[in-house]
């Protein structure tokens, strides 16, 4: 994919949000990695993909900026600081840039695909898998998701001051064996969201939504799925990354 100059037109972009504060890992998405800084590795996923048209990092922060071009990333503009809380939401990037994007370039996407900097694991292949599923079944969103490591079916919730237990979600075993059911009948299509890889139409995000109602699933390996949220978490990725070839 060729970011050396803006198109004239985009049907499919990738979003990079690399904010620059961070309360866990300070300047979190500048940190090293295997001697990178962490947002180049998402940079990198998104020119690996053949289905993206174009994509940009969306920062609010100078030093993330001039790290991103120097990767060859898009980066058109400095995003204002009112979406850059610690509790903004997604949304709020994500019709900035379109917002923007559209007054600036005229592009006017039809899908959209967040790729999250916390999510070095990701391969261009995992986001044209995303891609592609929506093209192939015209779904309003879709996203990638892993097998989880424990089954939710065996969670319970917990009332602070009594102490009294419920299941998170009974099945239909629980009136017999409570959640001590066998893994074998225990729902088996559970999955956990993972955040590698999000995609929707441009249509929902402008009505502020981050999803359409027709949402389906790209199921990638739990192992690609850490979320990068301490120092711990720079140190397992690093060896992770090296596991799968991709240091």
């Avoid at 079944?137 to 917990?158: E, L, Q, Y």
Wanted: hydrophobic letters at 40%; glycine letters at 6%; a neutral charge.
């Amino acid at each position: 994919m060729n970011t050396s100059a803006p198109r004239k037109s985009v049907n499919i972009l990738g979003i990079i949000p690399a904010r620059g504060g961070s309360k866990s890992i300070p300047r979190k998405n500048l940190a090293p990695v295997l001697g990178k800084p962490l947002v180049s590795y998402s940079i990198r996923s998104a020119q690996q993909s053949k289905l993206l048209d174009a994509f940009l990092v969306s920062t609010d922060d100078a030093e993330i900026a001039e790290v991103a071009r120097s990767c060859g990333a898009d980066v058109p503009f400095l995003r204002p600081k009112e979406f850059s809380r610690d509790d903004s939401l997604d949304i709020e990037f994500l019709r900035h840039a379109l917002d923007w994007l559209e007054a600036e370039r005229g592009w006017k996407p039809e899908i959209v695909v967040n790729l999250r900097p916390t999510g070095p694991l990701r391969t261009g292949e995992d986001i044209d898998r995303v891609i592609q599923l929506m093209l192939d079944t015209g779904c309003d969103s879709a996203r990638t998701v892993s097998i989880p490591a424990h089954n939710p079916f065996k969670m319970w919730r917990v009332d602070a001051a009594s102490a009294r237990m419920d299941p998170l979600i009974p099945t239909e075993h629980f009136a017999v064996l409570g959640t001590d059911v066998p893994r074998q009948l225990l729902p088996q299509n559970v999955y956990w969201q993972n955040g590698l890889v999000d995609a929707t139409r441009a249509k929902f995000i402008r009505e502020g939504r981050i999803y359409g109602p027709d949402i389906r699933g790209v199921v990638v390996d739990l192992r690609k799925a850490i979320d990068i949220d301490d120092p711990e978490d720079l140190d397992r990725v690093q060896k992770r990354l090296e596991e799968f070839g991709l240091a």
